[in-house]
T-cell receptor, first 114, second 114 residues
Framework: GQQLNQSPQSMFIQEGEDVSMNCTSS?????WLWYKQDPGEGPVLLIA?????ELTSNGRLTAQFGITRKDSFLNISASIPSDVGIYFC??????????????FGKGTKLSVKP | GAVVSQHPSRVICKSGTSVKIECRSL??????MFWYRQFPKQSLMLMAT?????????EQGVEKDKFLINHASLTLSTLTVTSAHPEDSSFYIC??????????FGSGTRLTVV
């Protein structure tokens, strides 16, 4: 199935550093969502974006819905060890009067710097 | 907040047998449920979308006779992997949405076929 282009694929963080990741698509989405997934668990919603240009924060997390509706970024400020995990972007699109569905990026894996 | 309960969390079965996975919305009516499959170190891939009382819509390449989906009530959807084979081993995740509740994910089921 279709996927979004998410980068970087992986990154190492040191406590206190800021982290940035982004997703791009050739298609327009109505909604952008950012999820975090811990090993062996389902994704947990971090931030939902509903309007082009929207900038939303959730604690140390900030995400923006690109003005073209084809991209989004997620920033994590002052990272802490529990930020480790896999982050997924997801775009939601309606089609044909249906509920629509989510298309997921390939994920960004955050690990602690050795 | 909205909760989706998925069971079992882990299952090991013999090749050729069938396995049923349940997904329940605990505090909201899930008009639409989604089933995803996630292979190790990969993203979530949508398998099928089911609306309560209707036949599921399967994504291209997903065998509907192998992955039976039932969504008979507004709080329960089941995925049955029939005649499972080792290549069906994966992490299966359900998601539900309904009313004002956006996409809420279950905690996943790790299926191992031996």
């Amino acid at each position: 199935g279709q996927q979004l282009n998410q980068s970087p694929q992986s990154m190492f963080i040191q406590e206190g550093e800021d982290v940035s990741m982004n997703c791009t698509s050739s298609s327009i989405f109505n909604t952008w969502l950012w999820y975090k997934q811990d090993p062996g668990e389902g994704p947990v919603l971090l931030i939902a974006l509903y309007k082009a240009g929207e900038l939303t924060s959730n604690g140390r997390l900030t995400a923006q819905f690109g003005i073209t509706r084809k991209d989004s970024f997620l920033n994590i400020s002052a990272s802490i060890p529990s930020d480790v995990g896999i982050y997924f972007c997801a775009g939601h699109r309606y089609y044909g009067g249906s509920q629509g569905n989510l298309i997921f990026g390939k994920g960004t894996k955050l690990s602690v710097k050795p | 907040g909205a909760v989706v309960s998925q069971h079992p969390s882990r299952v090991i079965c013999k090749s050729g047998t069938s396995v049923k996975i349940e997904c329940r919305s605990l505090d909201f009516q899930a008009t639409t449920m989604f089933w995803y499959r996630q292979f190790p170190k990969q993203s979530l891939m949508l398998m099928a979308t089911s609306n309560e009382g209707s036949k599921a819509t399967y994504e291209q390449g997903v065998e509907k006779d192998k992955f039976l989906i039932n969504h008979a009530s507004l709080t329960l959807s089941t995925l049955t992997v029939t005649s499972a084979h080792p290549e069906d081993s994966s992490f299966y995740i359900c998601s539900a949405t309904g009313g004002a509740v956006g996409y809420t994910f279950g905690s996943g089921t790790r299926l191992t076929v031996v």
